[in-house]
């Protein structure tokens, strides 16, 4: 019953709190942060009831047609716990946010619950069905999240986010479908038992575009980056750290337990992963916004946990560190970009932009928000001693483990520099980030005097406690993850259809180090050297050249579905719509099916049908009738056939067999020989020669040769004596070569071949 009143309990609070926003503002905010937390100490409850080994399930049968299940497993109750915690933090923050603005908070607080009751009711979720349904609650819950300022950017990225939210969903609906049909169930448990089935592979694909899109993996990540940039800076840190992690939940639950054992799968995933990680670091780096840069950082780590997973994938049963680092890096990247984004907020708070070279200079002055800022990015970048750093050297770990365990494959070797690259081009936009706002100087002097005067007071202690809370864990997870990490992701790995890890993991072996200094030397020279080079100017400051065209969502999303596909429609629609009037439809069609219908009626009443065909069936009887009797039957078809099987049985021995076929053989060969010689001669005359000394010389025409030809092959033949066949000169070039003959004989033999074998074809396709 607990689970049903953590699915409940935002429900209540999102009708309570707008209500009581109609009499005071105070009262809604109280409200919405008392939910909250009453929400997270329930989630933390249920957790340690869980931790101590109690099956927490509900069920509600019958509810929406197929039932709803709930469950409460280690990773559903650890990871609900730590949406719960999210939420509460953000709502603590938003408090202060949103202290100048007065539209739009009852809306905002309404759906923050309810998007809420939707994470719950996924991570609780124990059938697919469940899970879609509040998945869906929680894609049509959140979209306000976007739309909040209702700006134009705004508005087109909700739609957008709503798009692909909508149409990726119906596809993993039409997956389900497959899969009920398939195996008759969609409970967790039977998709576990269908793993390695056929017919489950195009369900599983289906069902895994609208998680996959949810997560924001490549090529449906278009909504991430627009989406987190326009919503207010608490929601950004939910729908980077949390709704992401929903998409990779359903991730987890088609890919580990159906998917598990398709090699092409996990090499697919595993490159989509790669994919997704460098693309969002490489926007990440070119971006000039503080808030897109975070939301694309976002779209690179959803490609860390995705290798993870992948890897997890490839290696079966012996994947267990890799699936131990996917599991850690959902939580160290949750509550990075919570931290990371709670701080974006603070800034934008008393700066009202997010534009980089208007920001910078901002944090000079304010050592609060600068350590807090600071260990975030540090975190994100994989520094030791941070949380980043520990999941981040389990899933390079499994990838190493991966191009070990399989020899031969040294891509394997090349998606592992890619990881680091990666990684350091983390390094890279994080330093840009860290050292634009508390490092460098803004180039209006003025606005730099604006910020240095908020030095001290540019947050209430509320919202600076806050973020103190935000960076804790990121310490105690960095020093202590033997003790901390590791027992979650053993606690999670039963979910994950893989081994829990038997033994701690050496993070700051010498090895361990040396791979995190790889990425840190790659981050620090892409920024010395290309960000700095050619992506700021003293001048000009940060200069976004991100190529304008370059964006999928214009280049090919919008097009096609919003313009193409439409104009398709329409176009056909149009045609059927005018198909009903043309001539064709109109006039022809009906009177060339009333001629044939009106013959096919008079055919019967027909003199050839009463007359003739009676009389040609009569005559063809009478005459096999005939036929049997008569003397052609009777004498001379077995006349016949005597004396042509005993001319055969003759055949072999008689001289036209033994003489005279092969001579004529031999003499034709000898013909067809001395044709194609001069026939090429006759060619080289015409084509190959100069023509003015072709005119000079007293050259043969082509009768002449042609003469010869025939004369040569008669003489062999033993019909024309020696003398009157012309001796040929071996030293005149003019004849040719035995070389140029053997080739054009075979040549013409070859095509009279083909020529032959073609009719044959025919005949028998004729004769069928």
Known sequence: MILLVLILLPVLGAVLSPLAGRKSGGARELLLRLFTLLELLLSLYTAWRVLRGETVTFALPGMLGLGLSFRADAFRAVYASLACFMWAIACQFSLEYFAGHTANRGRYALFTLLTLCGVVGVFYSDDLYTT??????????????????????????????????????????????????????????????????????????????GYCAKAGMVPLHIWLPKAHPVAPAPASALLSGMLTKTGLFGVIVIGMNVMGESEVFGHVFL???????????????????????????????????????????????????????????????????????????????????????????????????????????????????????????????????????????????????????????????????????????????????????????????????????????????????????????????????????????????????????????????????????????????????????????????????????????????????????????????????????????????????????????TAVFSFLDHLLDSKLVLQWIPKCCTAAFSFLERLPESKFFSRILPGFFVALVRVLDELVDHLMLLGRQLFLVNREELGRAQADNVFTHLARALAEGLHKLGVLPKRFVRQRDASDPSWGNSLTNAISFGLLLCTAGLVGAILYVFIRLGAQ
């Open 132 to 209: 879609f349904v509040f998945f869906e609650i929680m894609s049509i819950a959140s979209y306000p999240w976007v739309a909040h300022e209702e700006t134009s950017g705004a508005m087109r990225a909700a739609a957008t986010y709503l798009g692909v939210s909508v149409a990726c969903g119906m596809v993993t609906l039409m997956g389900m479908f497959l899969a009920w049909k398939e195996i008759g169930s969609l409970s967790f448990s039977a998709l576990r038992s269908a793993e390695g089935s056929n017919g489950m592979g195009v369900a599983a694909c289906l069902m895994l575009v």
């Open 271 to 617: 490159a989509l992963g790669l994919v997704t990680m460098t693309l969002g670091a490489v926007l990440a780096v070119f971006s000039v916004n503080l808030k897109r840069t975070l939301a694309c950082s976002s779209l690179s780590q959803i490609g860390y946990i995705t290798v993870g997973l992948s890897c997890a994938m490839l290696l079966g049963h012996h994947g267990a560190l890799a699936a131990a680092g996917a599991v850690g890096h959902m939580v160290n990247h949750s509550l990075l970009k919570l931290c990371l984004f709670l701080c974006a907020g603070a800034a934008y708070m008393k700066a009202h932009t997010l534009d980089l070279n208007e920001l910078k200079g901002f944090g000079r002055g304010k050592p609060l928000l600068h350590i807090v800022f600071l260990l975030g990015a540090m975190g994100l970048a994989g520094v030791p001693l941070l949380n980043g750093y520990t999941s981040k050297t389990m899933i390079h770990e499994g990838l190493v483990e991966l191009a070990g365990e399989i020899e031969g494959f040294s891509v394997y070797r090349l998606c592992e520099w890619v990881f680091l690259f990666a990684a350091g081009l983390t390094t890279a936009y994080m330093l840009k980030l860290y050292i634009c706002l508390f490092w460098q100087k803004n180039r209006d002097a003025h606005r730099q005097a604006h910020y240095d005067e908020l030095s001290g007071h540019s947050m209430s202690a509320r919202s600076a406690c806050v973020l103190v809370l935000t960076a804790v864990p990121l310490i105690a997870i960095g020093t202590l993850p033997n003790r901390v990490l590791l027992p979650l992701t053993r606690a999670c790995a039963d979910f994950l259809n893989r081994p829990a890890l038997s033994h701690d993991v050496s993070f700051f072996s010498f090895g361990n180090l040396k791979g995190g200094g790889v990425s840190l030397v790659i981050g620090v020279t892409v920024y010395l050297f290309f960000v700095r080079k050619a992506l700021h100017t003293e001048k000009e400051g940060y200069i976004d050249r991100w190529p304008k065209w370059l964006d999928l969502e214009e280049l090919f999303y919008r097009p096609v579905f919003i313009r193409f596909l439409p104009w398709l429609g329409c176009t056909l629609a149009s045609a059927l719509d005018h198909l009903p009037d043309c001539r064709l439809i109109r006039v022809w069609i009906p009177k060339g099916a009333s001629a044939f219908f009106s013959f096919l009626d008079r055919l019967p009443d027909s003199k050839f049908v009463l007359q003739w065909i009676p009389k040609c069936c």
